[in-house]
């Protein structure tokens, strides 16, 4: 070996640093996912209903509906 | 194989067979090459069970005799060929990536290509007229009815459509 020596690899700790590796990254994948799901989806979700039946008038719906004919028992014209 | 010779003093039918074959060497079954230790190249086998050169020639032997004395002794150049005697692939050759995920994506990108194709042709050539029930009469009825039914009013279709100027909102 007379050219310049290679440097010395990694010997030891060679599974604990690929564990601590793939720890933190199992937590921080699972965790953000979690996160981004719940502000990204179930958040607006849970507003999106609240807004929805805050100011929400049922019998107004079903005269809309009734109006439109689409309810077959209860006809918008009176047939008897 | 003194017992077959004692044997044959005695009478010459009963020597087995057996006997005989191994009085002639034939009697132990060669070892077949499959059930020999083998050579890997694998990275968590550091050290394998043998040598990758297995029949080394006169000038590999007489290496091998020189690397019985010290080990100073020995160039860099017969360094390399005794680890080369040793082992097949170093670690870094081992560990070196190929071109192989260009074919794979090529073949798979073209397969896909081909099955387009194929449906393509089935729509142009095969199939029949779809429903009537996909005409844009159709459709333009069916949706209305689905917002006077007020389907999915939260996040859904109703959500998106605009009662008091009868459009879609923007």
């Known amino acids: 070996m007379s050219a310049a020596l290679l440097p010395k690899p990694q010997m030891r700790g060679l599974l604990a640093r690929r564990m601590k590796f793939h720890l ?4 921080v994948v699972s965790m953000g996912s979690a996160v981004l799901y ?17 100011n929400y008038d049922p019998m107004k719906d079903f005269e809309a509906m009734k109006a439109a004919g689409v309810l077959e028992s209860a006809p918008a014209k009176k047939c008897w | ?12 039918r009963s020597i087995s067979t057996s006997l005989c074959l191994r009085a002639h060497g034939h009697g132990v079954v060669k070892a077949e090459d499959y059930t020999l230790p083998v050579y890997v190249d694998r990275r968590d086998v550091p050290l394998p069970e043998v040598a990758f050169v297995r029949d080394l020639s006169a000038q ?3 290496l091998k005799e020189k690397e019985k004395a010290s080990w100073s002794a020995l160039s860099a150049e017969e360094k390399v060929e005794l680890y080369r005697i040793k082992f097949n692939e170093s670690y870094a050759e081992m560990k070196k990536g190929t071109n192989e995920w260009k074919t794979i994506l090529g073949g798979v990108l073209f397969f896909l290509g081909l099955t387009g194709v194929i449906l393509i042709w089935q729509k142009h050539f095969m199939y029949g007229a779809v429903p009537h029930t996909f005409s844009d009469e159709w459709l333009s009825a069916q949706t209305k009815r689905m917002l ?13 459509w605009d009662f008091d100027k009868n459009e879609w909102k923007k």
């Open chain 1, 24 to 27: 933190i990254g199992a937590f």
């Open chain 1, 38 to 54: 719940k502000f990204g989806v179930a958040e607006p979700r849970k507003q999106a209903y609240a807004d929805f039946y805050r």
């Open chain 2, 1 to 12: 194989m003194l017992a077959s010779r004692v044997f044959s003093l005695v009478g010459r």
């Open chain 2, 60 to 62: 590999q032997r007489a």
């Open chain 2, 148 to 160: 006077d039914m007020r389907v999915n009013p939260v996040q859904g279709i109703t959500a998106q």
